[in-house]
């Protein structure tokens, strides 16, 4: 089992930037599809960015594309989401997910471990 921490959240302007990162323990990352989600006040959680194991592949939602940028150091045991030109419409928990295996299958469903959420929040 993995155990996910994320930190780096805060209180930026809109337009300016913010990177959150994930510590993932107990076993290494590298054997995990590694993800981002993020819920707003009264909306349901939304994918965000996902990278594969080797971080080759990438899927990238449209609402943050060109903006956002996943990556990972499976040395380090941790994940990134480096978020440029920030709207306040990003303003949410942000979530690391991990979901087991090497396959690039369904990179925005079917995470079986979570964080506990670090906050975002954009001003206008």
């Known amino acids: 089992q993995v155990q996910l921490v994320e930190s780096g959240g805060g209180l930026v302007q809109a337009g300016g930037s913010l990177r959150v990162s994930c510590a993932a323990s107990g076993r290494p990352i590298s054997n995990y599809l590694m993800g981002w989600f993020r819920q707003a006040p009264g909306k349901e959680r939304e994918f965000v960015a996902a990278i594969s194991w080797s971080g080759s592949s990438l899927d990238i939602a449209d609402s943050v594309k060109g903006r956002f940028t996943i990556s990972r150091d499976n040395a380090k045991n941790t994940v990134s989401l480096q978020m440029n030109s920030l709207k306040p419409e990003d303003t949410a928990v942000y979530y690391c997910?991990?979901?087991?295996?090497?396959?690039?299958?369904?990179?925005?469903?079917?995470?079986?471990?979570w964080g506990q959420g670090t906050q975002v929040t954009v001003s206008s």
């Open positions: 997910a991990a979901k087991p295996g090497r396959n690039w299958y369904q990179p925005r469903y079917l995470y079986n471990y």
